[in-house]
């Protein structure tokens, strides 16, 4: 084990507190999903779940990183998120804040790996920065249409109908409706 370099410890302390900020996210993302489940819009609610799951699925990512490069992983209690929401625009709206969280996170982190010259962290981080950019793209999208179809009791029916489109279809976004 000679070859494997030991993480620095600034690094691994931010790895650390990604691990418990996507599990926050998890958290937050189940409770936008509990209220839209309260509202009766079953596939918004499964879209919200659908990103929770992705959520975990990112802390595990982290959590095996720091394990794997011999950091033992600190679990913090989570936060409870937001859960009394007084539009479905501002659960979409806080949607999009995590998000941009989210990525200011991981570009510190890709930076400090960057300037210790730690190529595997910058390896393991690039693909965080890409999705990121996918992520806030998609959520500011979904801000968009909840914004039109927010207070319009049609138009939001619509909205849950296309949202279940776009998972059926592999498609988070484009090309709705087949």
Known sequence: ?????????????????????????????????????????????????????????????????????????????????????????????????????????IRVMSKLAADLEDHRAARFLREFELEQQEEEDLWNYNLDRAKLADGDKAATLILDHEVAQREANGNKKYKCMK
């Open 1 to 105: 084990d000679d070859w494997l370099m030991k993480m620095n410890k600034k690094l691994a302390q931010l790895m650390n507190e990604q691990v418990n900020h996507e599990r926050f996210n998890e958290a937050f993302y189940w409770s936008c999903a509990s209220y839209f489940d309260s509202l009766s819009l079953e596939n918004i609610a499964t879209y919200f779940k659908l990103h929770a799951l992705e959520e975990r699925s990112h802390a595990e990512r982290f959590y095996n990183y720091l394990d794997e490069n011999g950091e033992r992983v600190i679990i913090d209690a989570v936060k409870a998120p937001e859960r009394d929401f007084k539009s479905m625009t501002q659960a979409f709206e806080l949607a999009v804040v995590a998000e941009e969280v989210t990525s200011e996170k």
